[in-house]
């Protein structure tokens, strides 16, 4: 079994930071890209950022040099330090991994159960 758990979310002024971390668990044998993911009442899953294992980085245009993804390979975790946040970025904010599991052959997509960001004054 699995697990992604996300911390870190919660209330912030405009202008604010957050960090956010996704940490996986269980019967793992590697784990591939990684990446953060948003979605807003009303409005489609987006996304947020990505990152490969070896750490090549992709963003949208919207959060572009004010998010910034990182991961720790060794803890299976992955961040997203959020900067100069606006009050559009207000969403519930999941993390997904591709990852393979031990004594399996094809690495799947697993998803955490999300955690909320409020900007707002």
């Known amino acids: 079994q699995v697990q992604l758990v996300e911390s870190g979310g919660g209330l912030v002024q405009p202008g604010g930071s957050l960090r956010l971390s996704c940490a996986a668990s269980g019967s793992i044998f590697s784990v591939n890209d990684m990446g953060w993911y948003r979605q807003a009442p009303g409005k489609q899953r987006e996304l947020v950022a990505t990152?490969?294992?070896?750490?090549?980085?992709n963003y949208p245009n919207s959060v572009k040099g004010r998010f910034t993804i990182s991961r720790d390979n060794a803890k299976n975790t992955v961040y997203l330090q959020m900067s100069s946040l606006k009050p559009e970025d207000t969403a519930v904010y999941y993390c997904?991994?591709?990852?393979?599991?031990?004594?399996?052959?094809?690495?799947?997509?697993?998803w955490g159960q999300g955690t909320q960001v409020t900007v707002s004054s």
């Open positions: 990152i490969t294992r070896g750490g090549s980085t």
């Open positions: 997904k991994a591709n990852l393979l599991r031990s004594g399996r052959n094809l690495p799947l997509d697993y």
